[in-house]
């Protein structure tokens, strides 16, 4: 394993520091005014869990809004969609979302997006081009297509990149799920090219931060580990504790109250592996026939990525192993409905084949639900195995079986793991993570001006 030497210093979750302790080095104090944020492949306007609509999304959302109330201006360039998207939306005070005209509107699979990067590159620096010099003091960019364009704004601009990869080719790669589709070579390049470029590259987790080294040779120097947050307003415990809070959330949702809930969120397509969580209670059923009676299986989520080729196929599987009837399809639904799936449910399923830290585990953990989730990325730092829920080796639907029937056999265990899942889920602040990144870019800031001094 590489030894993680050079981290840049940065809280975690738990308010302890990553990284070997360094002086603070003067006038590392000073933020940027205002950020350049690059979201090119999917707007933060984009309901999460449609296309390619996810936790990134959320990610970015949050986090912009809660550096403009620390005093940091945000502006989020990402592609235009819809010729009837106004230029410049105010997403939140101090949070602009801006739409860049790059290739057609509707139609254009993510996969094709790179032959419009230098179109998209163009959009962002005429829009510079209508400020004063120095209007932005640093680039954020997401994603490795959002990485190419940043690279080449901030060296135009001058300014420092700071990336952050969200997931890297190598990585699912290395762990396919059956059938799905390999990231291409060219994305491996691509993203090899973004990581020598950013000045400073942030992981989500420790583990991440490993395999930027490991797989992308990245100096060690310039990379931080800040661990995202959740919305602890909106995903949070019901007022009246987790037993009567999934009562009433089951009520508002048509759900029966005695039954056992497993769940899943996301996005439906083989990355995510909801097909373990069916096979898997196919599997209970066989085993427990008469479980039938008091067990519904929402899927809360619509196709993406290379399930958008069969975006039908998880109805058919669920009628291939006999349970359609315990299934319940369910679209995308927006965050405070999204809270209540989270409360009504026993436990929160994600048996993810890859996962660069798992934001849908966090919210469901703030609101009073456990998560039974795959041993992969930065699960385990989100889910707190024996505690807050139960981390599974590897993806055979016997285990995830054996894991969803101690909830069956113990109703009440998802009570007991859920006050502890909440009280977990508490360290996953914004707010936090904000100040982390901002500190990041303090740091890198700092850097550039003593290289510009020397």
């Not at 997931?167 to 491996?188: F, I, Q």
């Not at 995308?332 to 798992?358: K, T």
């Not at 930065?378 to 285990?399: E, I, R, T, Y």
């Amino acid at each position: 394993m590489t030894r993680l030497v050079g981290f840049q210093r940065s809280r975690g979750h738990d308010n302890t520091l990553v990284g070997p302790p360094r002086s603070r080095p003067p006038g590392a104090h000073s933020r940027p005014r205002r950020v350049a944020m690059l979201s090119v492949h999917t707007s933060p306007l984009h309901q999460p869990g449609t296309g390619d609509a996810g936790g990134m999304n959320v990610y970015i959302v949050e986090l912009a809004k809660r550096l403009a109330v620390t005093g940091i201006e945000v502006d989020i360039f990402t592609r235009a969609t819809s010729a009837a998207l106004p230029p410049v939306v105010e997403l939140a005070p101090g949070v602009l979302v801006r739409h860049v005209d790059a290739g057609p509107y509707e139609g254009l699979a993510k996969e094709d997006l790179p032959t419009h990067l230098c179109a998209f590159t163009h959009g962002v620096t005429r829009a510079w081009a209508g400020h004063h010099p120095g209007h932005y003091d640093l680039v954020h960019s997401h994603y490795w297509l959002s990485g190419h364009v940043g690279r080449l704004a901030a060296r135009r601009w001058g300014v420092p990149l700071v990336h952050a990869m969200h997931t890297m080719a190598k990585v699912k790669n290395a762990s396919l799920a059956e059938g799905d589709t390999p990231e291409p070579a060219s994305r491996v390049i691509g993203e090899t090219q973004v990581v020598r470029a950013a000045d400073r590259l942030i992981a989500n987790t420790e583990k991440e931060a490993e395999e930027l080294l490991h797989h992308y040779d990245a100096d060690p120097g310039r990379v931080a580990v800040v661990h995202p947050g959740v919305n602890l307003e909106r995903f949070r415990l019901d007022a009246s504790g987790v037993e009567a809070g999934r009562a009433v959330a089951r009520s508002r949702l048509g759900l029966p109250q005695d039954a056992l809930i497993p769940l899943f969120v996301g996005r439906i397509q083989p990355l995510k592996a909801p097909d373990v969580l069916l096979r898997a209670v196919a599997r209970l059923l066989e085993r427990r026939p008469r479980l039938r009676e008091r067990i519904v299986v929402p899927v809360v989520g619509g196709p993406s990525g290379s399930g958008l080729a069969r975006p039908e196929g998880l109805q058919k599987l669920a009628a291939c192993l006999g349970i359609s009837d315990v299934v319940l399809f369910r679209p995308p639904v927006g965050q405070d409905q999204l809270a209540d799936w989270y409360r009504a449910a026993s436990v929160l399923v994600m048996p993810s084949y890859s996962e660069s830290f798992g934001l849908v585990a966090v919210e469901a953990q703030a609101c009073g639900t456990p998560v039974i989730a795959a041993e992969v990325g930065g699960l385990p730092v989100a889910v707190k195995d024996g505690m807050s829920g139960a981390l599974v080796p590897g993806h055979d639907p016997v285990d995830y079986a054996e894991a969803l029937s101690g909830f069956a056999d113990d109703p009440a265990r998802s009570t007991r793991m859920g006050e502890a899942a909440a009280r977990h889920a508490r360290s996953f602040g914004w707010d936090t993570a904000a100040a982390t990144t901002a500190d990041v870019y303090a740091a890198v800031l700092h850097e550039r001006r003593l290289r510009r001094i020397s």
